[in-house]
């Protein structure tokens, strides 16, 4: 199905966004963050190379495996760190960029269950889920690139993750962001990458995708430290970031799972800057929160204001955000309660201008994929950039001439002014807007889910993306066949 062109990716801060606290009380959280890594220090996995690069960098490596990060350390990592990046599609002919003016939206990410299509319950996702995700994805006007929605649950080898990239290369066009747990896979990986650009060095100009590492709060082992030195070396941007979940793994308070979350961040970005300075290694830790009712991950309201004061902290460091909240649904399926959670979580995307919303369609905490979701999700991104695009405020368009010429008893129906304006600030959406089932249209009296679900078919019905040229997709096979029978050796 044919994509519409998408709106203006970026605003140029025409509307403004939202900081929940003071600027001294954001300070504050930052100073605490570093005084925590400077004080009390990080864990990390002792014996490998990061050892070495954070003891050149001017860290404090203990025996067991604490390193303190002076205050300096810090500074100097984020003062010399990208803050911007240009991600390239599979042809390199289309960029678009992460930094904090821009809003990307994404799929994801890795969710192990998708809806049975007979009995709508959930079950094991697999790599023709993920083809069908990504194909669908490829076509909707307001997804910018491609994250690995859901995982192929029979193969959770390094033979699966490496497969996961190749799914998704094969069915999109797209730029792509990648995880995996091995880091054997995305040497693999990066490998194919440097393959579709021609060669390593093409690759680091024009990255191709944006690798996403995942520590615990303090705490990195050595497949995140290798990760790290081995996305850094190769120029692929990453962003490394966990969950610090308020009163499990981290502190209840708003302000105490924040400083943890921060800190945690400042240790991926002085390793990543160790390893090659001026790369782009950006903290992307998320404050969750217990239910303390249930124990569960929940508390929405917490949850909610966390967000929003780490968009803002890290917009006095300079930083784009990776939002954590924006299309994500707690329901187990799409449905009236789901609909209703992501109307409220896409809204809150307007006040937070994150860089990357990358949660689009998942459902249950992460363990459910939903399409129907997806196209809601992308519908609601159409919104929002309509409405990041702000109003402009000049003569013309306060229109006090209009008035002069109609008159207090004729109408601006007819008037040129009008017409000239009268689709500017539209929201062109598939499903609600001019396209709700009113008592006063003709539509066909279907509800949201029906609605979308006659779109979702046809999209699913429709072409492909052009495919892999046949030499190199038998040379990602290649490398896909190679790095699994090493692994296996």
Request: aromatic fraction near 6%; proline fraction near 7%.
């Amino acid at each position: 199905m044919a994509s519409l062109p998408p709106r203006q990716r970026n605003p140029a801060g025409a509307t403004l966004p939202y900081d929940p606290v003071p600027g001294a009380a954001a300070d504050r959280i930052i100073e605490t963050a570093l005084r925590l890594v400077a004080e009390i220090g990080i864990r990390f996995e002792p014996g490998g190379e990061a050892d070495a690069l954070l003891s050149a960098a001017g860290c404090h490596v203990g025996d067991d495996g604490v390193v303190r990060f002076p205050e300096n350390v810090v500074r100097r990592a984020l003062e010399s760190m990208a803050r911007s990046v240009t991600l390239w599609n599979r042809d390199a002919t289309s960029p678009v960029t992460i930094d904090d003016r821009n809003t990307l939206f994404i799929p994801g990410m890795t969710c192990i269950k998708v809806p049975d299509e007979e009995t709508g319950e959930p079950r094991d996702s697999t790599a023709e889920d993920l083809a069908l995700i990504t194909r669908v994805a490829d076509g909707l006007p307001n997804i910018d690139a491609i994250c690995m929605a859901c995982k192929d649950v029979s193969d959770s080898t390094m033979h699966g993750e490496i497969g996961e990239f190749v799914t998704m290369a094969r069915n999109t066009t797209k730029p792509l962001e990648y995880l995996c747990e091995h880091t054997e896979s995305l040497h693999a990986v990066i490998e194919m990458a440097a393959a579709i650009r021609g060669g390593p060095r093409q690759l680091a100009e024009k990255p191709y995708f944006m690798h996403t590492i995942t520590p615990l709060p303090l705490f990195y082992t050595r497949i995140h430290c290798d990760q790290i030195i081995a996305a850094a070396r190769a120029g692929v941007p990453m962003d490394v970031g966990t969950l610090a979940i308020g009163g499990a793994s981290a502190p209840i308070t708003v302000a105490g799972c924040l400083v943890y979350a921060l800190a945690t961040d400042f240790a991926g970005i002085v390793l990543g800057q160790a390893t090659r300075e001026g790369c782009f290694c950006i903290g992307s830790t998320q404050a969750y929160f217990m239910e303390p009712a249930t124990g569960g991950i929940g508390n929405l309201p917490q949850t909610m204001l966390a967000e929003q004061l780490m968009a803002q902290i890290r917009r006095r460091l300079g930083l784009p955000h990776f939002g954590g909240l924006g299309g994500k649904a707690w329901s187990r399926r799409f449905d009236r309660d789901s609909a209703l959670m992501i109307g409220t979580m896409m809204e809150q995307l307007f006040f937070i201008r994150p860089a990357t919303c990358s949660y689009l369609g998942s459902h249950d905490q992460g363990i459910t994929y939903s399409l129907p979701a997806l196209l809601l999700c992308d519908d609601y991104a159409g919104m929002l950039r309509v409405m990041w695009e702000g109003s402009t405020i000049d003569d013309d368009t306060l229109a006090l001439e209009v008035l002069r010429e109609v008159g207090l008893f004729g109408t601006v129906l007819g008037h040129e002014h009008t017409a000239r304006y009268c689709r500017t600030g539209v929201w062109d959406s598939r499903y609600l807007g001019a396209n709700e089932p009113l008592s006063t249209t003709d539509k066909p009296d279907l509800d949201l889910h029906e609605r979308i679900d006659i779109d979702l078919k046809a999209r699913i019905a429709a072409p492909p993306p052009p495919p892999l040229p046949e030499e190199l997709d038998r040379a990602l096979g290649a490398i896909h066949s190679r790095s699994s029978d090493m692994r296996a050796a």
